[in-house]
């Protein structure tokens, strides 16, 4: 029997997260937040998540819930009511601004404790090694490509290649291990300098084989075999070898 793959991402950190990674992303005063613009792109990715089946944790719909409402409360015609001048009118983006900045700022420190904890593991010293086979090589930096950057460059694939839900064949091919298909998508990195286009990786229109990519794309970047890069925001993205190592070595 063919089942769809049910697959559960530990990249999200919540949607507060998501919604940061927004802010940043727009570049949207967190003070003022425009709610019909971040509640349209948070939807985005909600959806994208949907179509590839993701477990998404339900306080993402609450958010969602949470942002629809606010943004329905907001297009209500403003009502003239006589009031005194001293009263205060509550913003309904309040409470939100406030779980953000608070939110922001707990990010930040453990951001910067994780940066104190690799420089403490860099005290070590070991003996030399030759690295002059490395030089001949060329180098290729990590970039600032989270999950949420795959995830909206996945969504863009869809509407590019117009594929308004992937499609089943008759070809069942949901049954393919991670393992090979992360070793499909080295053997297509690994040959080229210039990298490979993130769409590129995506040439067969079916949910599982969707996903089983997708998946593999993310262990092979948790495993330093790749890297995605983007050079703008919102640019296309393009995945890059780094080395190869064996699957023993990975389990």
């Known amino acids: 029997m063919n089942q769809p793959y049910q697959v559960k991402l530990d990249a999200f950190e919540g949607p507060l997260d998501l919604l940061l990674h927004l802010i940043n992303q727009y570049e949207i005063d967190i003070y003022d937040i425009p709610v019909a613009q971040i509640t349209e792109q948070y939807m985005h990715y909600i959806h994208t998540m949907q179509r590839l089946e993701l477990n998404i944790a339900s306080e993402y719909l609450v958010m969602a819930a949470t942002l629809l409402a606010m943004?329905?409360?907001?297009?209500?015609?403003?009502?003239?009511?006589?009031?005194?001048d001293d009263e205060y009118t509550e913003d309904p983006r309040e409470e939100l601004m406030q779980r953000l900045i608070e939110y922001r700022k707990y990010k930040d420190a453990a951001q910067k404790l994780q940066d104190r904890e690799l420089k403490a593991n860099?005290?070590?010293?070991?003996?030399?090694?030759?690295?002059?086979?490395?030089?001949?090589?060329?180098?290729?930096?990590?970039?600032?490509?989270?999950?949420?950057?795959?995830?909206d460059a996945l969504g863009k694939m869809f509407e590019r290649k117009k594929w308004n839900e992937p499609l089943e064949t008759r070809v069942k091919?949901?049954?393919?291990?991670?393992?090979?298909?992360?070793?499909?998508?080295?053997?297509?990195?690994?040959?080229?300098?210039?990298?490979?286009s993130f769409d590129q990786l995506f040439d067969y229109p079916s949910?599982?084989?969707?996903?089983?990519?997708?998946?593999?794309?993310?262990?092979?970047?948790?495993?330093?075999?790749?890297?995605?890069?983007q050079q703008h925001h919102f640019d296309q993205l393009y995945v890059f070898y780094l080395g190869e190592k064996s699957w023993n070595s990975m389990n």
């Open 71 to 84: 943004k329905s409360q907001m297009l209500l015609p403003i009502q003239e009511i006589e009031e005194a």
């Open 173 to 196: 091919s949901s049954d393919i291990p991670i393992e090979q298909r992360m070793t499909e998508v080295l053997d297509l990195v690994k040959h080229s300098a210039e990298g490979v």
């Open 122 to 151: 860099q005290i070590f010293t070991r003996p030399p090694v030759a690295f002059e086979h490395y030089e001949t090589t060329q180098p290729v930096t990590r970039g600032d490509v989270s999950i949420y950057d795959m995830l």
């Open 207 to 229: 949910r599982s084989h969707v996903v089983v990519t997708f998946m593999a794309i993310l262990e092979l970047m948790k495993n330093n075999q790749v890297t995605c890069e």
